[in-house]
């Protein structure tokens, strides 16, 4: 049973954009939703994170809408940029309680 | 202030090898996992420590074994490798109550 659920798988998008990327989920347990980047060679690194008692958090060109009744949330990237091509995963955990469970990731290309 | 430090960062091994991936952190977090990454899987969880003499199983636990003796080191055993273990390994750690976790650079391990 795949906890998380994310698409699409991959993405290309024009440079200046919007890049959206989704993701939905089954436990109501879950409070904490990270969205990670992660370039080719490297770890994964958080880029923007959400708790379920606001609907949307904007952290410079990254936004994340969140619906709790759907259980569904979303990245949304601004402005894309070629420097923002990589693989993005949604994650979902009881915060301080449960390790995280990922999507399957979004390998997402922004083309000049 | 290294972060989570993975090693090595590659490995050949041929079936029915033995070997240990290393993985260490400098931050005093309690929580670490180890996940692996396979195209197409996203990041899925091996296994988990909340703290030192502490762990237990994620979703894929099935020929890999772990320990936690101190809160820096959480080293991942294959005791016997398979090709269905090629993988590309990742360590992460947050700290206690916290949410961010912080990924190591990864182990790409090939088996023959």
């Known amino acids: 049973q795949q906890q998380v659920k994310q698409s699409p798988q991959s993405l290309i998008v024009q440079k200046g954009g919007i890049s959206i990327i989704n993701c939905a989920y089954e436990?109501?347990?879950?409070?904490?939703f990270p969205w990670y980047q992660q370039f080719p060679g490297k770890g994964p690194a958080l880029l923007i994170a959400?708790?379920?008692?606001?609907s949307e958090k904007k952290e410079g060109r990254f936004t994340i809408s969140f619906n709790k009744s759907a259980k569904q949330f979303s990245l949304h990237i601004m402005d894309s940029q070629p420097g923002d091509s990589a693989t993005y995963f949604c994650?979902?955990?009881?915060?301080?309680?449960?390790?995280?469970?990922f999507g399957k990731g979004t390998r997402l290309s922004v083309i000049a | 202030n290294a972060g989570v430090t993975q090693t090595p960062k590659f490995q050949v091994l041929k079936t029915g090898q033995s070997m240990t991936l290393q993985c260490a952190q400098d931050?005093?977090?309690?929580?670490m996992s180890w996940y692996r990454q396979d195209p197409g899987m996203g990041l899925r969880l091996i296994h988990y420590?909340?703290?030192?003499?502490?762990?237990d199983q994620g979703e894929v636990p099935n020929g890999y074994n772990v320990s936690r003796s101190t809160t820096e080191d959480f080293p991942l055993r294959l005791l016997s490798a398979a090709p269905s273990q090629t993988s590309v390994y990742f360590c992460?750690?947050?700290?206690?109550?916290?949410?961010?976790?912080?990924f190591g650079q990864g182990t790409r391990l090939t088996v023959v």
């Open positions: 992460a750690s947050t700290g206690t109550g916290g949410t961010e976790a912080f």
């Open positions: 436990n109501t347990a879950f409070d904490y």
């Open positions: 959400i708790r379920p008692d606001v």
């Open positions: 994650a979902a955990s009881v915060a301080g309680n449960t390790p995280l469970v």
């Open positions: 931050m005093n977090h309690e929580y």
């Open positions: 420590s909340v703290g030192a003499g502490i762990t």
